[in-house]
């Protein structure tokens, strides 16, 4: 005889009775359970589920199908990165925080590099500054690509990611014949990055630039057009502009909802401002605009890659630089455009060749706020496709 | 989006049945070994030469340039004598700055950074000289610069550390281990209680309790308003009462199990005053 | 004591094959004694005795039916992917399913504490004896049909909404929220398109005058052009996005979606229970692929008949002593024949294995010889040849959308079935009794 | 007070060449009591704090733990092992559980290039009910960890656990971070080590294929698994 919580014998005299007033919540989380109307109830999403994209826990709660409310948990993933790069000099911490977003490594290398150049006042190669460029747009068509496979995923469909993964893999095979590594590629230095272009990532980079669109195209054909997809997104979870903008959301999701804010081409760092390319932008500001602008970029960047082919000068690809780096006391922001929105990095230098306070700003957090808010009245499905059109990624969220 | 329902999906399964007939894409990877450029550094091995041996000179400049210092190399030297280690400390052992507060900056009443270069260290490198800077006598070393300061200077523990190679908090740990082993300048005169066979009997053990309770310390630390050390007492006095307080080698012969707290009190109480 | 160090299982094993080998005993020794008697009650009792033959033929049909559509599912996916698939276990890892099917067996079969234990335990079987007692009137062929009998369609949506009975108990018993919900959404998913696919085929019902499904199968008897699909397009669109629902297959797999609520149902079941769950599915899948080729492609009808009117006629009785010579030389002369070739081909090909070769080679010429003759001299094995490539043309179609698209949202799924589906398929009734009328059949 | 042999001292000879008899004696405790009475099972049933469930607990109902090896056919006889191990060697599931980066590299294991799925592994499963490898894909922290041992925990017995990843194997870059499980071996068993940061798809594949091959000659060990970093015998 197996125990059951019908069974008497097991049966826990209730501390409160009926008659006794409601207890007083404790914690937070009691709380939220005695606010628990008729017919309402929480689920537990995460921190291991299909569909919360790492470790993130949720906690819903439905009436029915019914979101009502939505609250995300996290801190699963917090491997202290911004107190260990305050312990680590300055080299070092270009390392920790390679693996924040582990989708797109490149971006959260930049970002620090970007700020710590400001700090010693380096100049950095025109060819680096291309290399960094070709690599970067690399990444973002890596990222958009599994976002697109991601996506479908969430709703259901499992063949785009593989699809995705194909183009993914061929490009972090090219970058790993370029850095090293296939994820966490720890690339770029201060005043430079690591080695120059070599035979075997150019050749890579043709034999995939002259397929590539069409590739992509193509992948796209699955799910672009599909009715179920379109009408699972169209027209759910709607920002629009003035919320976005309050609640400080950048990238394609802000570009989705009208706002044509590019760091690239607003705040132009790199040679970015020496390239031509758009700034895709949507108006309706659902999950299916928010697709559809990542897919825009995807074009985008491979039109920028075209012209850094053709423009790419000679020369060192690293400045000159000391072996121990000691900035002078100063403060410093270095941002960069990543494929989710705004990577920052601000940081502060006492003199010493560590860094004495890092900070990490991650889009992905601050788009993780606004699960709860679009996904209300929704259904239980709609969160994941929601979810997945804000595209977190947990490291960066949790650094 | 087309204006026939379902064309869409059609299209999708066209795609998907184009897709089945087309060649795959999958590296039979026991097989066939996949292409990985030159460059690649994933690869996790010591690499051996054309003889079979070790291509490592153990010449730890890798540990050195390991920009997360991932990489561990330890061992002693030639001679066996030194203990060498390069790589990441333990987790809470080893930090450069003892203090994470004082490294933020702030002016905290941090006893080992507080302590600033005010000892003479030559003293200290003549006993580590003496000792041969060998590890292995770290309680040797530790006693003899108590002997010589009369307690342990954190500026003499870190010279220890350095010139040992041993790890601050290996050296710091051995040093709080030992009892007889002091950190506070200053302390002079002890308290000590006898523990033998015939004291504990008539009640030593409840009297200490009460002390280390009343002076608000351990047996083995110093009281901290005062240069007193709580000490327990090797052996019986001849002589003497039981259960047996010492202060500085005198007998306290009005002090037994029942009133050693108001003890306790008025010494405070004299100290304070 | 070796009786406490048994698992359940083996102890039910430890009883059962003592009661087996004396039952065993003493039935042959009342057979013996009694055989007439025994036989004349059999004869007596015809249709009960077939009805337990069917079942247990079926139930053992029904798991290799299951196995051979997880390879399917498992290799056709894996090619749309551009990718290989199972391939390391049998013939193009054709055995994968197999070891999946036996390691389920093998896992633990872990009861969580605080589930109800008699609707957790039996939620699988109830799923699972759905599915197979659906298969008891699908008609393979005329002459291969386990229960031929008026009422079957009708029989076969009764007891094809047991299935949502099983999935029901399994999400309430769970004590799971994520079941909770899977058995929910399977029971409104179920409820709402019963509706549509039972409406669906009133028009062949109308047409045909019957509810019994060789007698559909035999109406549409013909070229392909009688074939209910091109006679009803409506109602065969209706009836297959309807099965596809029932079926818990992709777009319509709400109950089991993985991305929204863990596993559906199964969420909190392991080892042989989970596999029943499983194997029903893939068993449903079969089920509904036949009952479509049944009802809208001619079941076991050829698209087009040709008569061949065979003349072949071996008389094996004629050979006399011949027959065992024959059976036991052909096959050493034709291995050796086919052996022959491939030894001379190559000298780096060793004798035994030509030998092999040639042995497997003619074991494949002589099948596909016994099969064609078969085909053409059996009418009940064509037919049923004629059907199993039907039904597994549409089980492909089934794995193709799975592998294509994405899943719908469970209130555009339910408003589907009630704003689109329900209406077309009164309409199609309406048209078709319109029809009759008018044209008088 | 009573005396009884302790089970310890079983080998002794029970009686002497003299005749009498010599056992080991065992004195109970009366000499020293825990601050907590329920301590070390010390209270009587009756008086425990909550009763009801001391009771069913004391039935022993609600221990299913037994199971290790459970399932239908732990009924055929051992010599049939070799082939059960096949059996379980070439139907591996993993759970779908990634933790951080290394499950970018997991995910990359089963795609077209990669394609797991050679070997039955791809359909990863969702419930750990359903899982029968764990593949612990990225940095632990404190936080994750007590879900990661619940999910361990409720998978069913057979059940293997690959640590992929540096982090995963020793705390890896992150091995001076105060929220950092410094390798997953810590709190759970581990099977496979697989190196890398992250390692290559085709080396998780490699490390799957050890853990076949695992599964095969480790046969009717696994319950002497332990918590804690383990070395084979050769090395």
Redesign the interface.
């Known amino acids: 005889m197996r125990p059951s919580l019908d069974d008497p014998r097991v049966a826990i005299p209730a501390e409160s009775t009926w008659y006794e007033p409601a207890p007083t919540p404790q914690t937070e989380r009691q709380a939220e359970f005695l606010s628990l109307r008729e017919g309402e109830m929480f689920v537990n999403m995460g921190p291991q589920h299909p569909s919360t994209h790492g470790v993130l826990r949720v906690i819903i709660k439905v009436n029915g199908e019914k979101v009502v409310d939505l609250d995300p948990v996290l801190g699963y993933l917090h491997r202290g990165v911004e107190k260990l790069c305050e312990n680590a000099d300055y080299h070092q911490a270009i390392c920790y925080t390679d693996p924040l977003e582990y989708v797109s490594s490149l971006f959260c290398e930049a970002a620090p590099v970007a700020a710590f150049e400001k700090l010693m006042d380096v100049d950095v190669p025109r060819r680096a500054q291309y290399i960094r460029v070709l690599t970067m747009e690399l990444n973002r068509i890596a990222s958009h690509t599994l976002f697109q496979g991601w996506m479908a995923l969430d709703l259901g469909g499992i063949t785009p990611i593989l699809w995705a993964f194909i183009e993914r893999d061929e490009i972090v095979d090219m970058l790993a014949a370029l850095t090293g590594q296939k994820l966490l590629y720890n690339y770029y230095r201060i005043g430079g990055v690591n080695g120059d272009l070599n035979h075997e990532f150019m050749s890579r980079l043709g034999t995939w630039m002259s397929r590539a669109a069409a590739q992509i195209d193509s992948n796209l054909a699955l799910i672009n057009e599909n009715e179920i997809f379109v009408r699972r997104t169209r027209g759910l979870g709607v920002l629009d502009a003035k919320t976005a903008l309050k609640m400080g959301v950048t990238g394609p999701n802000l570009r989705a909802s009208g706002v044509p804010f590019d760091l690239r081409r607003d705040r132009p760092y790199l040679v970015y401002p020496e390239l031509e390319f758009d700034v895709p932008t949507r108006d309706e500001g659902d999950s299916l605009a928010r697709y559809l602008v990542r897919m825009d970029e995807i074009k985008q960047s491979i039109r920028i890659i075209d012209q850094v082919l053709h423009e790419m000068p000679d020369g060192p690809v690293m400045a000159k630089l000391p072996r121990l780096l000691r900035p002078r006391p100063g403060r410093a922001f270095g941002a960069v455009e990543g494929p989710r929105g705004v990577y920052g990095t601000y940081a502060i230098s006492d003199g010493t060749d560590q860094p004495f306070r890092m900070r990490i700003h991650d889009p992905s957090f601050v788009h993780l706020q606004l699960v709860g808010p679009l996904t209300k009245g929704n259904l239980i499905a709609d969160t994941m496709a929601v979810m997945a059109s804000l595209d977190p990624v947990m490291g960066g969220v949790d650094k | 989006m087309p204006r026939i329902p379902g064309a869409g999906l059609v299209s999708g399964m066209r795609l998907t049945l184009t897709r089945f007939f087309q060649p795959k894409r999958t590296v039979m990877y026991p097989e066939v070994k996949p292409d990985i450029a030159p460059r690649n550094r994933g690869r996790l091995e010591l690499v051996t030469d054309e003889h079979g041996t070790l291509k490592c000179e153990t010449c730890f400049q890798c540990a050195q340039a390991c920009p997360i210092e991932c990489i561990d190399m330890g061992g002693t030297d030639t001679k066996g004598r030194f203990a060498v280690h390069w790589g990441p400390a333990e987790q809470y052992a080893e930090r450069r700055e003892e203090s994470a507060m004082r490294r933020s900056g702030r002016t905290v009443s941090d006893a080992a950074a507080a302590t600033g270069a005010t000892i003479n260290i030559a003293k200290v490198d003549e006993i580590l000289e003496a000792h041969d800077y060998d590890p292995h006598h770290m309680l040797a070393i530790l006693e003899a610069i108590q002997g010589a300061y009369g307690y342990l200077p954190v500026d003499a523990l870190k010279r220890v550390s350095r010139a040992t190679g041993a790890w601050y908090a290996m050296v710091y740990g051995t040093a709080t281990f030992y009892k007889h082993l002091a950190f506070e300048p200053g302390v002079t005169r002890s308290i000590a209680v006898c523990r033998c066979a015939n004291c504990l009997v008539s009640g030593a053990g409840s009297v200490m309790g009460t002390l280390s309770y009343e002076f608000g310390t351990e047996f083995g630390r110093a009281i901290p308003w005062s240069n007193l050390r709580l000490e327990s007492l090797p052996s019986h006095l001849p002589d003497a009462p039981s259960p047996l307080v010492v202060i500085d080698g005198e007998p306290q012969r009005d002090l037994s199990a029942k009133n050693a707290a108001s003890w306790a009190a008025a010494l405070a109480g004299r100290y304070a005053a | 004591m070796a009786w406490n160090r ?2 359940p ?2 102890r ?3 009883v059962l094959l003592p009661v087996l080998a004396i039952g065993g005993a003493l039935t042959t020794a009342l057979l013996v004694a009694f055989g007439g008697a025994i036989a004349a009650t059999i004869g007596a009792n015809l249709p009960i005795v077939r009805f337990l033959v069917a079942s247990v033929v079926t139930f053992l049909i029904s798991v290799p039916v299951a196995f051979l559509l997880i390879y399917m599912e ?1 290799k ?14 049998g013939p193009a ?1 054709a055995v ?1 399913s197999v ?2 099917g ?2 389920v ?7 969580p ?5 008699p609707v957790f335990t039996l939620a699988p079987v109830v799923v699972y004896l759905a599915s197979f007692m659906t298969l008891l009137v699908i008609p393979f062929a005329p002459e291969l049909t386990s229960m031929g009998f008026e009422l079957g369609l009708l029989y076969f949506f009764a007891i094809g909404g047991l299935s949502v009975v099983g999935l029901m108990m399994a999400g309430w018993s769970s ?1 799971n ?2 079941s909770l ?1 899977g058995g929910i ?1 399977a029971a409104a998913q179920a409820i709402s398109y019963e509706i549509p696919l039972t409406l669906s085929v009133v028009g062949i019902v109308i047409l045909t005058g019957t509810l019994s499904l060789p007698k559909i199968v035999a109406a549409q008897d013909g070229s392909f052009l009688d074939w209910f699909i091109f006679r009803q397009p409506l109602a065969a669109i209706i009836f297959f996005i309807a099965i596809t629902a029932e079926a818990n297959r ?2 319509f ?2 109950a089991e ?7 559906g149902f ?7 229970r ?1 596999g029943f769950f499983f194997f029903a599915e893939y068993v449903n899948v079969f089920i509904v692929s036949a009952l479509f080729s049944a009802v809208f492609l001619g079941g076991s009808n050829p698209p087009i008949h040709i008569d061949l009117n065979p003349q072949i006629l071996i008389d094996l009785s004629a050979l006399g002593i011949g027959l065992p010579l024959i059976a036991g030389i052909a096959p050493v002369l034709g291995t050796l024949l086919f052996a022959a070739p491939i030894w001379f081909a190559s000298s780096r090909i060793k004798g035994w294995q030509a030998l092999v070769a040639g042995f497997l080679i003619f074991g494949g010429v002589s099948t596909a010889a016994v099969g064609i003759w078969a085909f053409v001299m059996l009418p009940p094995v064509a037919s049923l040849i004629w059907f199993l490539i039907k039904t597994f043309a549409l089980v492909f179609t089934f794995v ?13 799924l339910m408003g589907f079935a009630w704003k689109w589906l329900l209406p077309a398929s009164l309409l199609n009734i309406f048209a078709t009794a319109f029809a009759v009328l008018i044209a008088g059949r | 007070m009573a005396i009884t042999r302790d089970p310890k001292f079983s080998n002794l000879p029970e009686v002497q060449p003299d005749g009498s008899v010599q056992l080991p004696a065992t004195v109970g405790n009366t000499l020293w009591s825990t601050d907590d009475p329920r301590a070390y099972g010390g209270l009587p049933l009756e008086a425990h704090p909550n009763l009801e469930l001391a009771r069913y607990d004391a039935t022993g109902d609600g221990r299913v733990d037994d199971a290790r090896w459970g399932g239908a056919l732990s009924a055929i006889p051992t010599k049939a092992d070799v082939v059960l191990d096949l059996i379980r060697a070439n139907s591996l599931w993993p759970l779908l559980s990634g933790l951080a980066c290394c499950a970018i590299e997991m995910m990359s294991t089963a795609t077209p290039k990669n394609d797991i799925d050679r070997w039955g592994m791809f359909p990863f499963r969702a419930s750990p009910r359903q899982a029968d490898v764990l593949i612990v894909a990225g940095t632990l922290t404190t936080k994750m960890a007590e879900p990661l041992i619940r999910l361990w925990e409720q998978m069913p017995e057979p059940k293997w656990v690959v640590a992929m990843g540096d982090c995963t194997c020793s705390g890896g870059r992150y091995k001076r971070s105060y929220s950092v499980v410094q390798g997953i071996d810590r709190v759970m068993p581990v099977d496979v080590y697989i190196p890398g940061c992250p390692p290559r798809p085709e080396g998780l594949i490699y490390g799957m294929m050890k853990l076949q091959q695992l599964v095969k000659d480790r046969r009717g060990h696994w319950p002497e698994r332990a918590i804690g970093p383990t070395v084979p015998k050769g090395i």
Do not use: C
């Open positions: 048994l698992t299982a083996g039910v094993l430890a498992m056709i996916i894996a090619l749309m992917n551009l990718r290989i698939g199972p391939d390391r276990i890892g994968m070891v999946h036996l390691k067996l093998m896992k633990e079969d872990y009861t504490p605080s589930v109800d234990v004590f929220k994520y919900l959404r992709t777009p797999d709400n979606a993985d991305q929204e609520i863990v596993a199964a969420t909190e079941y392991s080892g042989m989970f193709w959308m799975r592998g294509t698209l994405p899943r719908a949202r469970i209130d555009q």
